[in-house]
């Protein structure tokens, strides 16, 4: 008689008639069963804010600021729109976050039409609200961004510039007094 070999796998011959639901498992069997039960959080409702002041969109104010440095112009200008609403619905806010509002939405002087105009309507409420002791202290701010607006390579973007110069000289004349240096050559350039 030949002497067999060794095999490597022993294979496992099917008898017929068995059914499939009686076979063993296999070793890497994992089980895919779970259980999912309710989780309640009544502190977190829709209609508590915890104080914060919304907009009528129901917007906070960090989440205007995420929106002003969104791609699509028309989400920046809602974003400017939101902080008109939430000026002129929480006017406080300003006394405390005067510095954060203007410094994210002087930025966008310099961006497209649709949004420069957003921009102005909302620096007419604001500089109509806050007192220019406390605007004063971003004069340089505002002169620099108004300078880098004037000159620009459009047209459109002098004239806003000029627009914002105005509404400034129109609620705080005393202080933009200090700054003709800087700004009449760049106006008498145009």
């Known amino acids: 008689m030949a002497k067999k070999k060794p095999t490597d796998f022993k294979k496992n011959k099917r008898k017929l008639g068995t ?11 994992t ?9 309640q ?6 209609s508590s804010n915890k104080g914060e002041m919304l ?13 002003l440095n969104h791609y699509r112009e028309a989400t920046r200008k809602d974003a400017l729109v939101g902080l008109l609403d939430l000026v002129t619905r929480h006017p406080d806010i300003i006394n405390h976050h005067l510095s954060e509002i203007c410094e994210k939405s002087i930025e966008k002087l310099i961006d497209v039409k649709l949004v420069r105009t957003a921009l102005l309507t909302f620096m ?23 300078s880098s607006a004037l000159t620009h390579t459009s047209n459109a ?22 700054e003709c240096d800087t ?6 350039d145009l």
């Open 19 to 29: 059914a499939r639901g009686l076979k063993k498992k296999s070793v890497t069997h």
């Open 157 to 178: 973007v002098h004239i806003d510039a000029i627009r914002l110069l105005n509404l400034w000289i129109k609620f705080f004349p005393d202080s933009i007094s200090e």
């Open 124 to 146: 007419t409420k604001l500089f109509s609200i806050a007192d220019e002791a406390s605007m004063n202290s971003f004069r340089s701010l505002f002169i620099v961004y108004i």
């Open 41 to 46: 959080m009544p502190d977190q409702t829709v």
């Open 183 to 188: 700004l009449i050559p760049k106006y008498l």
């Open 55 to 67: 907009t009528v969109r129901r917007l906070s104010l960090a989440e205007l600021f995420g929106q």
């Open 31 to 39: 089980p895919l069963t779970f259980k999912s039960k309710v989780l």
